[in-house]
């Protein structure tokens, strides 16, 4: 039997332009209202960056892939020692953008499903603060997470 490498890919409308969405994705002053506690730096083509979560006591290694502006956003981040790609698309709809999220690279078993479950959990989190911070200047992932703290 053929094993298929499992994907996850969710999407959102943000009622806001595509390169305010962009920016809000790309500059780690905007993400740290509500994805990141602080980034070692823009997401720039190529570049090796850090991300800290405000749940977890450790630096979460990025490489940026390819950059388009205001339409394209790739990295690879360590999974279960794996790289992973994740893949932003921003598409205009009317003067809204439909951002998709895609995250690819493990094997269809019961690791591979346990990271499904999770990612995709936290992927849909990522787009619901993503809005909330973008439409309404709120922080939905302040607090929501410190039961996950490792202390």
Do not use: H
């Not at 509500?34 to 979460?60: H, N, V």
């Not at 020692?81 to 998709?100: C, M, Q, R, S, Y």
């Not at 690279?105 to 619901?128: D, K």
């Amino acid at each position: 039997m053929e094993k298929k490498e499992l994907t996850i890919k969710v999407a959102i409308q943000i009622l806001k332009p595509v390169s305010e969405v962009f920016e809000a994705i790309v500059d780690p002053e905007k993400m740290a209202n509500y994805f990141i506690a602080k980034g070692s730096g823009r997401m720039e083509e190529g570049k090796e960056i850090e991300w800290k979560f405000p749940e977890f006591d450790m630096q979460f290694p990025i490489t940026v892939g390819k950059i388009e502006k205001d339409k394209y956003v790739s990295y690879y981040w360590d999974v279960n020692e794996k790289k992973n790609l994740v893949e932003i698309t921003l598409a205009p709809f009317g003067k809204d953008t439909v951002v998709t999220v895609t995250e690819k690279g493990m094997e269809n078993n019961e690791e591979g499903i346990s990271w499904l479950m999770g990612n995709t959990e936290g992927w849909a989190n990522f787009l619901a603060c993503l809005k909330a911070y973008l439409e309404y200047g709120i922080n939905l992932r302040k607090g929501a997470f410190e039961f996950r703290r490792e202390d």
